[in-house]
């Protein structure tokens, strides 16, 4: 995307924030390909619930700040951004817990953190040079939700629109979509997933000229 001028001296960290299943996961794997970059999901770092009885697991509220474990994320995004390597934590949807395994993140020139509140937190927001809002109605969402939790997460058709209806977008209306004021760019989530990670790097280039030129 460009040449080696326009290189970041240190990396250059893209969010990418939304409701749950506008598409923050497509866009992240489009613009990880795209730029060769390391995509850093906020959904690993819930926190580990495995004390809990898996029916309390199940009826916890997922969609609130507070379900996730911040103060870990945000040290990794720091690392990150200051070239260092990270272990991320592996999270089981299936059962609620975080594994006892990691995963090893090397840094990189460009970094994608992908997730819910991804514009929420004011410190986070500062790291970041091009903030992404990916938005889609509530409608589309639950029709792609009932589709990835059923075929990747074992859950049911009526347990996905039950939670959808008591947590998921409430807590997205509460949230995740007064963020969108934060974002640089707008995305909808129904677009040619090339034409939205287009426009992504056409404002990363934007920003890198920017870099450049001071």
């Given at each position: ?52 009885p898996?029916e ?32 991320r ?9 975080r594994?006892?395994?990691v995963e090893?993140?090397?840094p ?15 410190d986070l ?40 209806a ?10 995740v ?22 426009t992504?790097?056409?404002h ?8 450049n030129?001071?």
């Amino acid at each position: 995307m460009t040449d080696s001028k326009e290189r970041p001296a240190r990396p250059y960290l893209i969010g990418v924030a939304g409701p749950s299943c506008a598409g923050k996961t497509e866009l992240s794997r489009g613009l990880a390909t795209q730029l060769s970059a390391i995509v850093l999901p906020l959904d690993c770092y819930y926190f580990d619930l495995s004390d809990r009885p898996l029916e309390e697991r199940a009826r916890f509220n997922f969609d609130e700040p507070n379900a996730l474990d911040y103060g870990l994320f945000l040290k990794h995004v720091r690392a990150l951004s200051a070239g260092l390597a990270i272990e991320r934590p592996v999270y089981d949807f299936a059962t609620h817990s975080r594994t006892s395994k990691v995963e090893q993140v090397p840094p990189s020139q460009f970094i994608v953190v992908e997730g819910l509140f991804i514009l929420y937190w004011a410190d986070l927001r500062s790291l970041l040079r091009t903030k992404v809002f990916v938005d889609l109605p509530d409608g589309l969402c639950l029709q792609r939700r009932i589709m990835r939790d059923v075929n990747e997460r074992g859950r049911t058709p009526e347990s996905v629109r039950r939670q959808f209806a008591e947590t998921v977008q409430p807590m997205a209306a509460l949230h995740v979509r007064p963020t969108r004021a934060f974002a640089d760019l707008v995305i909808a989530g129904d677009n040619p997933i090339q034409k939205s990670v287009d426009t992504v790097i056409a404002h990363v280039e934007l920003g890198l000229r920017n870099l450049n030129s001071r």
